[in-house]
């Protein structure tokens, strides 16, 4: 991979593409029915800001956080399974950033601990410890669960899963009788160790399992889902995303804003990363691969690296700096990277404001002679992401 990377570089704001006119041979600038397309979702936003109502109830809650007693928007998360099956180990690789082969260190976890994580979207997670059955008489449900948004049950795919599955099925069955609006998800976890062959069996087995149980019960659209992960790659960064999208209240207007930016750049996938945790929080519509989220992650644990070296204070609400040196017009940050093996395709990076970065897999017909115009059109997304998160 050959890098041409050119971080700190001021973006210009062109609203024009330049045409060659080969009767005149002259060249004139025009404004894309593509920037257009932008502009009115911008202008459109107040309206897209609260997601139109569905005639039929959702399978999930998106976002209006109905656990929430504090009513401050800010998603719970819970993490329970059974003892060693890997919960802390997850929290402290997302969250603290410790390198996977140290969590062989990590101690029993003889209470409830809270990780809060200070993003786009505040957020808190419990680590419940395993050795503890929380649906127990002498534990309060009401206390344990009544603010929770979402509870990620993770089991040990390398050990004995059958205790582990029939906890869960308890605890499934607890909360849809009494919190239905929890999402439940289910990491299968550890399946670095596993075959492929062993890993799908198993994977099918227990959601089969599960869903057994769910439906003997009654309850067949049970907001239960199912994830393949391990610390030792990127698949918990991905398991975490879609966590987290299912409680953004926004999600649908950041999709259709990339969907839309997608289509007018010719860019084959767009992220919007939370860059310290490398949680996607939206991405376009068109199908997701772990490829290019290895890629894209990969990229953000390089431009962090460099940031750290030549990155510049970043303007306050004010529009003043910590450092005032700061020269102007260095509003953000930005990076291209290209991919030799892959003929024209590049990555492109934007810093959007101090949680996000949009980092864009460039089309084959999006060549870099383009950028202007992607320069605009990224723009104004972050223009219309500033509507969708003041603040931020
Ligand atoms: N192979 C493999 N091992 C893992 C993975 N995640 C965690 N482990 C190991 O699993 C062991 C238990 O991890 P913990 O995070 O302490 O488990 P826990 O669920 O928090 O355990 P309690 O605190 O007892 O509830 C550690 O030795 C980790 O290194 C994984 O994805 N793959």
């Known amino acids: 991979m050959m890098t041409s990377s050119y971080l700190s570089i001021p973006a210009p704001y062109q609203p024009f593409e330049m045409i060659n006119d080969p009767g005149t041979h002259s060249c004139r600038y025009t404004m894309k029915a593509s920037d257009l397309t932008m502009m009115r979702y911008l202008q459109d936003l107040h309206q897209a800001e609260t997601p139109a109502p569905v005639a039929q109830t959702p399978k999930y809650h998106t976002g209006r956080l109905p656990n929430s007693r504090a009513q401050d928007g800010k998603?719970?998360?819970?993490?329970?399974?059974?003892?060693?099956?890997?919960?802390?180990?997850?929290?402290?690789?997302?969250?603290?950033?410790?390198?996977?082969?140290?969590?062989?260190?990590?101690?029993?976890?003889?209470?409830?601990?809270?990780?809060?994580?200070?993003?786009?979207?505040?957020?808190?997670?419990?680590?419940?410890?395993?050795?503890?059955?929380?649906?127990?008489?002498?534990?309060?449900?009401?206390?344990?669960?009544?603010?929770?948004?979402?509870?990620?049950?993770?089991?040990?795919?390398?050990?004995?899963?059958?205790?582990?599955?029939?906890?869960?099925?308890?605890?499934?069955?607890?909360?849809?009788?009494?919190?239905?609006?929890?999402n439940v998800e289910v990491f299968v976890h550890k399946v670095d160790g596993l075959s492929e062959d062993y890993k799908s069996d198993t994977f099918r087995d227990i959601i089969q399992r599960v869903q057994d149980e769910l439906s003997d019960a009654g309850y067949d659209n049970a907001p239960v889902s199912f994830y393949q992960t391990s610390i030792f790659d990127d698949s918990i960064f991905e398991a975490f995303s879609k966590v987290i999208q299912k409680l953004i209240p926004q999600l649908p207007t950041l999709e259709s804003l990339l969907n839309s930016l997608c289509s007018n750049c010719r860019i084959e996938k767009a992220y919007l990363f939370d860059v310290l945790s490398k949680i996607y929080i939206a991405t376009d519509t068109s199908p997701t691969d772990i490829g290019s989220y290895e890629i894209c992650s990969g990229y953000i644990d390089v431009v962090v690296d460099i940031s750290e070296i030549y990155g510049w204070d970043r303007p306050t609400e004010n529009g003043h700096t910590a450092d005032e040196d700061t020269e102007d017009g260095m509003q953000d940050g930005e990076s291209l990277i290209t991919m030799e093996k892959k003929g024209n395709n590049y990555l492109y990076l934007r810093e959007i404001n101090k949680y996000l970065a949009l980092i864009c897999l460039m089309g084959e017909d999006s060549n870099s002679e383009k950028k202007v115009l992607i320069d605009y059109n990224v723009g104004v997304f972050k223009e219309a992401l500033s509507k969708i998160f003041p603040g931020a």
């Open 75 to 182: 998603p719970r998360l819970m993490l329970m399974g059974q003892k060693r099956s890997g919960k802390s180990s997850i929290s402290s690789v997302v969250f603290h950033k410790l390198p996977p082969s140290e969590t062989l260190y990590l101690e029993t976890t003889t209470h409830i601990t809270k990780y809060s994580v200070h993003s786009i979207l505040d957020f808190a997670i419990y680590d419940l410890p395993g050795h503890i059955n929380y649906l127990d008489d002498a534990y309060d449900d009401e206390a344990t669960f009544g603010e929770v948004d979402a509870v990620i049950w993770v089991i040990d795919a390398q050990d004995e899963y059958l205790d582990a599955i029939n906890a869960l099925n308890r605890t499934v069955l607890i909360l849809q009788s009494r919190f239905p609006t929890i």
